[in-house]
């Protein structure tokens, strides 16, 4: 349940309510301190509790709008976080913002389907082959097996990289579309 947003396309200049204005009936500075209507929020809390869907199956939060089309990069993710960003992606604000231009309430579920990739530490392959140069100088044998070093007897962990995958995008969607149609239903029933 989206109660706030990050628009940074809006922030660099990129604002889609930008442009002539279309109409003088329509605000020409938009407030947006109550884009996210909460009598609508809390018909979704309340639908969430009737079927009883659990606290981690529906969350608030700040939704960051990017433009895209790529996934984040983790300098991005880290950025996004510390921002105050706790979902990211690549619409639904300049709808929020149309929608707000002509006056309506909005409320905005955002179905998450896979994580920013934010590793602790970066890999560093400086490290890595400092390493590997080192052994082999010494007489030593180097092998590779699913991420693993074997020197000497001795395991060296070099960190999994994860990668964002479209398709693990797409499946979680699928997988989440039936609970998610069920609460739209049962928010449209409130109403």
């Known amino acids: 349940m ?5 628009a940074l396309p809006n922030l660099t200049g990129m604002n889609p309510l930008l442009g002539p204005q279309v109409s003088l009936d329509l605000p020409r500075f938009l407030p947006l301190s109550d884009a996210y209507s909460p009598e609508l929020r809390r018909l979704v809390f309340l639908a969430a509790n009737k079927l009883q869907l659990g606290d981690s199956e529906l969350a608030e939060g700040t939704y960051a709008w990017v433009s895209g089309p790529t996934y984040e990069t983790p300098a991005e993710g880290r950025f996004l976080r510390k921002a105050g960003a706790d979902v990211v992606g690549m619409s639904t604000v300049p709808e929020v913002l149309a929608a ?13 389907t896979n994580f920013v990739v934010i590793p602790e530490t970066y890999r560093s392959i400086k490290e890595e082959v400092k390493a590997e140069v080192r052994i082999m100088s010494n007489g030593g044998c180097l092998c590779i097996y699913m991420l693993v070093y074997q020197l000497q007897g001795k395991k060296v962990e070099l960190p999994i990289e994860q990668v964002v995958s479209h398709d693990e ?14 609460l739209v239903a049962n928010v449209v029933d409130g109403l």
Request: net charge neutral; hydrophobic share 55%.
């Open 100 to 112: 707000r231009e002509e006056g309506l309430n909005v409320m905005v579920l955002s179905l998450v």
């Open 2 to 6: 989206i109660q706030d947003h990050l």
């Open 169 to 182: 995008v797409l499946a979680i969607g699928k997988e989440k579309a039936g609970v998610l149609m069920k």
